[in-house]
């Protein structure tokens, strides 16, 4: 079998066989294949496209590259929520506790963010003392123990996903689909859940613009999911603009907090109980959606997930003091107010340039090795819909002196638009598909 004429094939439209596949992706992994050749199959994918069978076929293969995460030792039914990335996105640090007071078992490795804002794992770390890099039996032994635990990506988990994200990211071929759901999937099913929840973005701040993409991919990790039996649900929800109101590490940390006791957006309330909701039922095998979302409510609500969250934070080693008191978490020297420069209503976002806007003042990673100030960030003032008069904020910025705060604030105003004319409103939740 030689990769060139496998390229080709895709090339020309055709179907790969299993075996096509297996050999691509063991290949490119021991290094037998090249970067180039791999960059001309991902971009031959990014034009023909692969059937639900072919990707399935390319994420266990993917899946299959590295080690996987062995959890039977953990009781229960072990679920995973996995979002496609969305600014401001702190769910799973509302979602894990919420679902873990209820009973629920979450083993959860997240990443670290690169491009926009930091992922939850530099989210995670501006706890002081937080640790996110266990070893998997103690990983383990902080689930049965606490009924949850969030760590890093450990070991040698999917080398397959990281070398080909690597070139997809050099060779604009992220956004594609087929692609996504194999990278997205692999590391699920080596992560060793038993059932998943998966939060695909819609909107100007994710990979997919429009809800029909969305539906799409949504439709195809839930087959793939389904093909390796693993129980998938999807919620479909907007990234039109920035999920509650914090972007950057410890502003987000001290949203979540304020959220588990009761004080949070309504956006990222109404989000996080139907994420909690869809996993209930399923690491309980609950039929009934009503009651799903009554339990999570109420558990929220009742201070349960809060204290939750202080026992996750504490067998990681962290200052768990942060769920009374958030200021002990990174606080910026410096403020800036970006305010409006007209009267009228918010008409939209563009959510990617509020993102970059916090990594710039160093919320985000533009490259791998470079380090992320955790107290860095913003915290937005408006919504879509909302009126503003001039000279009104629209965001605070948090920063460390030296920081480009005149170039972040040049694009938030950048970012959003207003006008005379009061939008229709959109819904956050688009659909759940399960
Ligand atoms: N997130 C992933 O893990 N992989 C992708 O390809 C895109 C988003």
Do not use: W
Not at 370 to 399: Q, Y
């Amino acid at each position: 079998m030689r990769a060139y004429d496998i390229i080709l094939k895709k090339r020309n439209g055709l179907e790969l066989s299993s075996e096509e596949i297996q050999f691509l992706i063991d290949g490119y992994v021991k290094g037998t294949i090249p970067d180039y050749q791999m960059a001309a199959f991902c971009m031959a994918v990014f034009f023909r496209g692969l059937n639900p069978g072919e990707t399935s076929v390319l994420t266990r293969a993917m899946a299959d590259s590295g080690d996987r995460v062995d959890l039977s030792e953990i009781p229960g039914i072990k679920v995973d929520k996995h979002s496609t990335g969305g600014v401001g996105d702190k769910t799973t640090m509302i979602v894990v506790p919420l679902v873990a007071c209820l009973g629920v078992p979450v083993a959860k490795m997240s990443g670290r963010g690169l491009g926009h804002t930091g992922g939850t794992v530099d989210k995670l770390e501006s706890i002081p003392g937080f640790r996110t890099d266990l070893p998997i039996d103690e990983f383990i032994q902080t689930v049965k123990n606490a009924g949850a635990a969030l760590i890093g990506q450990t070991g040698n988990l999917v080398p397959a996903d990281k070398k080909i994200y690597a070139l997809r990211d050099v060779t604009a071929t992220v956004d594609s689909i087929p692609l996504i759901a194999s990278s997205i999937m692999s590391k699920k099913i080596a992560a060793g859940c038993d059932a998943l929840v998966l939060d695909v973005k819609v909107g100007s701040g994710a990979f997919m613009k429009n809800k029909e993409e969305a539906r799409k991919l949504a439709n195809l990790m839930l087959d793939i999911g389904r093909a390796m039996q693993i129980r998938t649900a999807a919620v479909l929800s907007s990234a039109n603009q920035p999920l509650g109101k914090g972007i950057g590490n410890s502003l987000e940390v001290k949203e979540a907090v304020e959220t588990l006791q009761g004080n949070g957006p309504g956006d990222l309330k109404e989000l996080c109980i139907q994420l909690a909701a869809q996993m209930l039922l399923m690491g309980k095998g609950m039929k009934d959606q009503k009651n799903a979302v009554k339990q999570v409510t109420e558990a929220l609500e009742s201070g349960a997930a809060l204290n939750k969250f202080r026992e996750i934070i504490e067998a990681q080693g962290g200052n768990s003091a942060v769920v009374e008191d958030t200021t002990l978490l990174p606080n910026a020297e410096l403020t800036l107010q970006v305010t409006s420069p007209r009267e009228g209503y918010i008409q939209k976002f563009d959510t990617e340039k509020v993102g970059l806007a916090a990594a710039c003042i160093g919320a985000g990673r533009s490259r791998k090795e470079d380090k992320i100030d955790p107290s860095a960030g913003i915290v937005m003032h408006k919504k879509i819909g909302d009126t503003v008069f001039r000279g009104e904020p629209l965001a605070t910025l948090h920063f460390n002196s030296g920081a480009p705060c005149e170039q972040a604030s040049d694009i938030i105003l950048d970012a959003v638009q207003i006008g005379r004319e009061r939008p229709a409103s959109e819904p956050l939740i688009i659909d759940i598909i399960s």
